[in-house]
């Protein structure tokens, strides 16, 4: 079975903080992606990587940043966390080819920016 | 990246009956389509991929028409079990020539199955 696991279930950060957001899964998959969601807006795309060291914009990276220095491992930084990026966060893995494109989804990071 | 568009939820429908979930999206380039299920406090899991020729699996059955940009979901005799959030999803070609993109999702329509 494919394990995607985020370091953190719950998080609450400060105004202004810092805030590092892993994600590790274990299948060796290439491609790995950020979402967030929100009620009412369903899960939006902020960043994902399709190889070490690669990065794309999805469709909302504004206040985002992502780090891929191995395959196993994405992150996700939030550099100066402000209140409207309180939301659920969600990290997704898959491998290309793999009919039907799964993607494979870690269990969430709950942040709270107060 | 274009819309994803669901119905509006929540359903609420009493268990055996059969439920319809509609689905359209706006970037005729999207190639591949998927309906995920969520869970209450869970991460959303792939319930079937949507062909042109349609597919089912067991009491779903999904359904694609190109041409009107329409993917539907089938539910029949519904189960207390089925409750849950169902996620239209599109992909778009992928940016990066190496066949990954990221999802776009619909904003999910929520389902509650009544006994």
């Known amino acids: 079975d494919v394990k995607v696991t985020q370091s953190s279930r719950y998080l609450v950060k400060r105004t202004g903080e810092k805030v590092f957001l892993e994600c590790v899964q274990d299948?060796?998959?290439?491609?790995m992606f950020w979402y967030r969601q929100d009620p009412g807006l369903g899960l939006r795309l902020i960043y994902f990587s399709y190889d070490v060291k690669m990065k794309e914009k999805g469709d909302i990276p504004e206040g985002y940043s992502v780090s891929r220095e191995k395959k196993e491992r994405f992150s996700l930084i939030l550099e100066s966390a402000s209140t409207n990026q309180t939301s659920m966060y969600l990290c997704?893995?898959?491998?290309?080819?793999?009919?039907?494109?799964?993607?494979?989804f870690g269990p969430g990071t709950r942040l709270t920016v107060l | 990246r274009k819309e994803v568009e669901q119905d509006p939820g929540p359903f609420n429908v009493p268990e055996g009956a059969t439920v319809a979930f509609n689905c359209t999206y706006s970037n005729s380039a999207s190639q591949s389509f998927f309906w995920y299920r969520q869970d209450c406090r869970k991460e959303p899991k792939l319930l079937m991929s949507v062909y042109s020729s349609g597919n089912e699996d067991g009491r779903f059955t999904a359904q694609l028409n190109r041409a009107s940009q329409y993917i539907s979901l089938l539910i029949r005799d519904s189960k207390l079990s089925d409750s849950a959030t169902y996620h239209c999803?599109?992909?778009?070609?992928?940016?990066?020539?190496?066949?990954?993109?990221?999802?776009?999702f619909g904003k999910g329509t929520h389902l509650i199955i009544q006994p």
């Open positions: 999803v599109v992909k778009l070609p992928g940016v990066s020539g190496g066949g990954a993109d990221g999802l776009t």
């Open positions: 997704a893995s898959s491998v290309t080819p793999d009919p039907p494109d799964t993607q494979y």
């Open positions: 299948m060796d998959h290439e491609n």
